[in-house]
């Protein structure tokens, strides 16, 4: 009972000390996951936390780099302090300013449901997935592997050869659809 005890009072307090750090250091209440100036009542993107200039009018957002905390979807320039969101960094190539490396795995970074990850880590939206343009750098949003996945939720046909994906009723209907005509083909 006394050994059950303590371990809840130890989870209770670790639960509330872990959740005052980060309403203290990340007020997302406040300033709904921006960086918050002080007492000011100003917010500023943490994208300009320790970036070199100062952007809250005391110039809150230059001050404690040594110490700064930046939010899980930024990554903090070790020496500068300076917040990088993750998405300017996979999607733009941003870096860390100077000589300092900016040491974010891509390639490990989890897009959110809505989108599809590029072998870059960039991740582009569902919607621009075999529309004939290349959005990833090597262009595997446009891949034939891609496009089968697609084209099979919505049910359709691939053609051969291309990224058309057809309506299943065209197939067998006596007209070509697809550029080879593979949709007429061993009907
Ligand atoms: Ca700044
Ligand atoms: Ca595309
Ligand atoms: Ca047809």
Known sequence: MNILLLSL???????????NVIKRNVDSDFCEGDFRCGDTG????????C???GDCFGDEDEQDCQNSVCPSDH?????????????????????????????FDCSKRECDSASFKCESGRCVHHSVLCDQNDDCEKGEDESREVCTRICDEYDGYLCNNSKKCIDKSTRCNGFNDCPEGDDEQQC
């Open 9 to 19: 009072s130890v989870f209770l307090i670790s639960t509330i000390s872990t959740a």
């Open 42 to 49: 100003q917010c500023v993107l943490y994208a300009w936390r």
């Open 51 to 53: 970036d070199g200039e």
């Open 75 to 103: 990554f903090r320039c070790e020496n500068s302090g300076h917040c990088l969101p993750i998405e300017s960094i996979c999607n733009e190539g941003v870096k860390c300013e100077g000589n300092e490396t900016t040491d």
